[in-house]
């Protein structure tokens, strides 16, 4: 993090240097993401497990209809594990440039089977959440209950021949509080949008887990198999909820 104050012998650091978007996209971003680090009181365990070289998928739960889940995780890869993470997120984010633009600087990709793959065969890290908007949007009610896993992220997996680190996100969901979900059957059909509480997120207390990493021990054609590609999913589902559950029992307090 950048040093605003003048030590003896140093420089003052001067904005003036900064282009605008070396300003906008990474000083002012990296400011806001460490806040938030301490504002939530962020622990992160299992970094070790996030592969270094090579192609690797990680895949959290998706929680707190924010998004603040997302761009904290890329945030923390980035500076724990030193990898610039691809995080495949909503086509919403690249409807017009306005969005669009600050998506991309900040390492955004629109959630396609085409794109995830094709940045796996490259040998990058990808950030992908197999709930999907279900699990972002989903009522608070329902709290740390997965949704149903797409499938897409297996099979990338498969044809790519890389690892999946599932990865528990724990606090986004006392942030954002969410009471409902809007679901559009005529205009816009399937977009669901939530019935967001407060806007600014709670200080409750976040923690983020990387788990040991999962090697399928199958070749790429295996991919269009879809009775094992479902299996595979289901079983990913059931590890991430009960490692959950037990994170959920050792925390002590939410806010406190």
Known sequence: MINFFKKPN????????????????????????????????????GVENIPRTGGALITPNHSGYSGFDATLLSYIITKEAKR?????????????????????????????YENGLDLLKKKHLVVLFPEGEKG???????????????RGFVRMALESQTPIVPTLV?????????????????FLKGTVIPLPLNIIPLPAKWKIVFLPP?????????????????EIAQDIQER?????KKELKKRESVFF
């Open 10 to 45: 140093e420089k003052i650091f001067n904005l003036k240097n900064l282009d605008r978007d070396a300003l906008i996209y990474r000083v002012l971003p990296r400011l806001l993401m460490e806040i938030m680090r301490k504002y939530f009181r962020l622990q992160v365990e």
């Open 84 to 112: 610039i993470p691809r995080v495949l997120t909503h086509y919403f984010w690249f409807l017009s440039k306005t969005t669009s633009i600050p998506a991309h600087k900040m390492g955004f990709i629109e959630a396609t």
């Open 136 to 150: 972002n949007f989903k009522p608070t009610s329902q709290m740390y209950q997965l949704q149903e896993f797409k």
């Open 170 to 186: 724990i606090g986004a969901e006392e942030s954002s509080i969410n009471l409902s979900q809007l679901k559009f059957t005529k």
């Open 214 to 230: 999962i090697y399928l021990p199958y070749k790429a054609n295996a991919a269009s198999d879809s009775e094992l590609v479902h």
């Open 240 to 244: 991430m909820q009960k490692f959950l």
